[in-house]
Nanobody, 113 residues
Framework: QVQLVESGGGLVQAGGSLSLSCTAS????????MSWYRQAPGKQREFVAS???????NYADSVKGRFAISGDNVKNTGRLQMNSLKDEDTAVYYC???????WGQGTQVTVSA
């Protein structure tokens, strides 16, 4: 059974940093892409960042220069380093991998102004 478990969320003041982790287990094949999405209250889930097995990263414009994504498809882990957090970054953050379209349960990030 495939499981993606996110950790590292919490409450942080604006301008602070958090590091989210994603650990995958039970994947039938190594992931090619690991992504992070987020969903704020009353809003649709949105793309935050992705990284390929080759190390190519892609970011939403809203987080460029502040967030950094990394992934290791041998260890089945990934990380999202979030710096200079803003209150609009408050959301539940989800880990996602391809192939397979697997999602984690999410971890709450709350940024206080």
């Amino acid at each position: 059974q495939v499981q993606l478990v996110e950790s590292g969320g919490g409450l942080v003041q604006a301008g602070g940093s958090l590091s989210l982790s994603c650990t995958a287990s039970g994947l039938p094949v190594r992931f090619n892409v690991m992504s992070w999405y987020r969903q704020a209250p009353g809003k649709q889930r949105e793309f935050v960042a992705s990284v390929t097995s080759g190390g190519r990263a892609n970011y939403a414009d809203s987080v460029k220069g502040r967030f950094a994504i990394s992934g290791d498809n041998v260890k089945n882990t990934g990380r999202l380093q979030m710096n200079s957090l803003k209150d609009e970054d408050t959301a539940v953050y989800y880990c996602h991998v391809l192939p397979g379209n697997y999602w984690g349960q999410g971890t709450q990030v709350t940024v206080s102004a």
